[in-house]
């Protein structure tokens, strides 16, 4: 039978397929658009299935924040390619308000569909891997970053005893900073407290091995363990680091100048850091 280019055109537009898969789809279905169109999404998800193994190391971090809510989501593909391709970035976006409009905290069996119907297209395996929503509190205020690659997205979340310090543009600015801050440094906790004990005792064992082959005798040992192990810790955790902004003083320490010119004590509530790739 023939076929109208026609036909073939308008399948393509909506199936994404090449005019010549189009063709012969609609050919092997007798000129049924519906059956061509569904012959065409089980070939593309078969394919999809085939590299289900294969890496997703591209991709994009996204954000959508009002200040009070915040849904943060990475969403990967196999190549550079797919991964700035306006209907890829377009997906993105499409999932990410989705979720901020449904208040979704996770990954769900509906936003991964999204996916699959744009993996069954382009025939490369793709994921929705994170998504996590913040909802704030009335006494704390949201920041977002995402960094100019899309690879990097960060949310901070502040708390404070004075609701109104976080209509301050010196605070609302610091807030941005403190993302910022987060982004460059990636700091692996946001405090001290959140370090597994564990891993301080493997730390600690690993000073002392340095610190006795100092020779030194065993009580400055002790303090070489220790002074070591401040050291480190303000190297991964992010309110002990060096303000990326005033190198001078700690996140804790500029983030408690900064709520007292405002008004009010100033906490960190929250901090995530979505690094493509990462976990």
């Known amino acids: 039978m023939e076929i109208k280019a026609a036909d073939v055109k308008a399948l393509r537009d909506k199936t994404g397929a090449g005019m010549m898969e189009c063709k012969n789809a609609l050919t092997e279905c007798g000129g049924d658009p519906a059956a061509a169109e569904k012959l065409l999404k089980e070939k593309g998800l078969a394919a999809v299935e085939k590299r289900a193994g294969r890496a997703t190391s591209e991709g994009l971090v996204?954000?959508?924040?009002?200040?009070?809510?915040?849904?943060?989501?990475?969403?990967?593909?196999?190549?550079?390619?797919?991964?700035?391709?306006?209907?890829?970035?377009?997906?993105?976006?499409?999932?990410?308000?989705?979720?901020?409009?449904?208040?979704?905290?996770?990954?769900?069996?509906?936003l991964s569909g999204m996916v699959l119907d744009l993996a069954t297209k382009v025939r490369e395996n793709m994921a929705l891997t994170r998504l996590q929503a913040i909802t704030a509190g009335a006494n704390e205020y949201i920041a977002k970053y995402i960094h100019s690659d899309k690879k990097t997205g960060v949310v901070i979340m502040l708390k404070s005893d004075n609701a109104a310090v976080f209509q301050n543009s010196d605070v609302q600015e610091f807030a941005y900073d403190c993302c910022l801050h987060v982004a460059a440094f990636t700091p692996l906790y946001a405090s001290t407290a959140e370090v597994d004990a564990k891993y301080i005792e493997e730390q600690t064992e690993i000073f002392k091995v340095q610190a006795k082959e100092s020779g030194k005798p065993e009580n400055v040992q002790a303090g070489i363990v220790q002074g070591k192990l401040k050291k480190h810790l303000a190297e991964i955790c992010f309110l002990e680091q060096a303000f990326v902004k005033d190198d001078k003083l700690t996140v804790s320490k500029k983030m408690e100048e900064v709520g007292k010119a405002a008004g009010g004590k100033i906490t960190l509530s929250k901090l995530v850091l979505f690094q493509l790739g990462a976990k």
């Open 62 to 110: 996204l954000i959508k924040t009002d200040g009070k809510k915040a849904v943060i989501a990475e969403v990967t593909c196999e190549t550079d390619f797919v991964a700035k391709n306006a209907d890829f970035i377009a997906l993105g976006e499409k999932i990410i308000d989705t979720a901020f409009a449904k208040n979704v905290d996770s990954v769900t069996p509906e």
